[in-house]
């Protein structure tokens, strides 16, 4: 296959982490410098937090396309994308569209493709948590299925692949892409000021704050399962600082539910997103945070409460303890050889989970904390070099 254009789609917070390293990749390769590459954002996340900051951030260049598809329901950002996507690959016919994750940017790009007979490569293809019931789990298997290039960042997601059936020819395990960007980034991360801005600088020693990330319909639209996270979170909060940066979503629910009360710094419903001294312990709202602030926090959180897949990977490969407030992964790996531990949304659970961390028996949180760190990551071709992998293969 002759690669004279390629497209290659994002359309929320976690494909701009992920497209940065591959765009970099294509910019170093004599060869793949010969074929034009066209950026296209969706526009699925527009919001300046959720978007602009990590162009910024990451030094992304601007988007060539911007579909401008906005908010909506899972139907309705996926109709919006197909419909506005198709009109360019019509016009611009390019060799190969090449889509990373599973958001609904993702699938919808690759469908659009696949119905123009336009290849499709996957990045990050064969992660699965076996739960029909996520949205993301229908993306990321009708995208394999339609997909002539599946770069898989784990040998488990290669396997998957084959069990469904998926020719071993047309699969690659090239690592995970979302590790270059963190290592190439974490020198400019850790300059960061982050820190001294929530009034939590301490010298580097990790151990004085917990950061928390939710925004899972399962987690966040479910009034009861939100409560009994935020009833074990509040128990935590009340021993040292906790973080929550609060997507704008989440945060219209937690306010209908009426769990802003929980917060130490909340005042007003419809103005909290803004930095606060974070000394005491509470449960604390902050912004949404930028890729380079919010690395600096993860690499010295004692520990890190999430219901993210990305936030797994990031935390193993760091070496922070990492509690998945969820039923199940598609990130196994981050259990078997990582920091990871799946621990479901029940209160009891979540603080019994939380207990085994700063236990005496199992060693203060400070020492559990420096002991994960020291262990690092262990997972094959986590390396940074994943993006150059795929480029080589494409023009190979």
Request: aromatic letters at 8%; charged letters at 25%; one cysteine or more.
């Amino acid at each position: 296959m002759k690669l004279n254009k390629i497209m290659l789609v994002a359309g929320a917070r976690p494909n701009f982490v992920k497209i940065a390293p591959i765009i970099k990749a294509f910019s170093e390769s004599p060869a793949a410098n010969k074929a034009r590459l066209l950026l296209v954002h969706t526009g699925q996340h527009y919001d300046y937090k959720l978007s602009q900051v990590f162009f910024d951030d990451l030094a992304i260049p601007r988007p060539d396309l911007y579909l401008g598809v906005g908010s909506g329901s899972h139907t309705t950002q996926i109709a919006k994308v197909m419909l506005e996507l198709e009109k360019v690959l019509v016009r611009e016919k390019p060799d190969l569209l090449m889509v990373v994750g599973d958001v609904n940017s993702t699938v919808a790009s690759a469908l659009t493709a696949y119905k123009l007979q336009i290849p499709v490569a996957h990045v990050e293809a064969g992660l699965r948590s076996f739960d029909r019931t996520m949205p993301e789990e229908a993306n990321r298997i009708l995208t394999d299925q339609m997909s002539e290039f599946l770069f898989t960042p784990s040998r488990d997601a290669f396997d998957n692949l084959l069990r469904e059936g998926i020719a071993g020819k047309k699969i690659f395990n090239v690592g995970n892409v979302m590790i270059d960007t963190l290592k190439s980034n974490l020198p400019k991360a850790i300059d960061r000021p982050i820190l001294k801005k929530l009034g939590l600088d301490n010298e580097g020693k990790p151990g004085c704050y917990v950061l928390v990330t939710l925004h899972r319909p399962s987690n966040v639209d479910d009034a009861k399962v939100l409560g009994g996270i935020f009833r074990a979170l509040r128990a935590i909060s009340r021993e040292l600082s906790l973080l929550y940066p609060v997507h704008p979503r989440s945060w219209a629910n937690i306010v209908k539910f009426g769990f802003h009360d929980y917060f130490e710094n909340v005042k007003s419903t419809s103005n909290i997103r803004q930095f606060s001294n974070c000394t005491r312990p509470g449960l604390y709202a902050i912004d949404p945070l930028g890729y380079l602030d919010f690395l600096k926090v993860q690499l010295h959180a004692a520990a890190v409460l999430t219901d993210s897949g990305g936030v797994q990977e990031e935390t193993t490969f760091l070496g922070v303890p990492c509690l998945t407030l969820r039923e199940n992964t598609e990130r196994p790996i981050t259990v078997d050889l990582g920091t990871n531990k799946v621990i479901g949304m029940n209160e009891e659970k979540i603080m019994q989970a939380w207990n085994e961390i700063k236990d005496n028996k199992n060693g203060n949180m400070k020492e559990r904390h420096a002991g994960a760190r020291r262990a690092g990551c262990k997972i094959s071709k986590w390396d940074g070099k994943a993006a150059e992998r795929i480029v080589r293969i494409l023009f190979r």
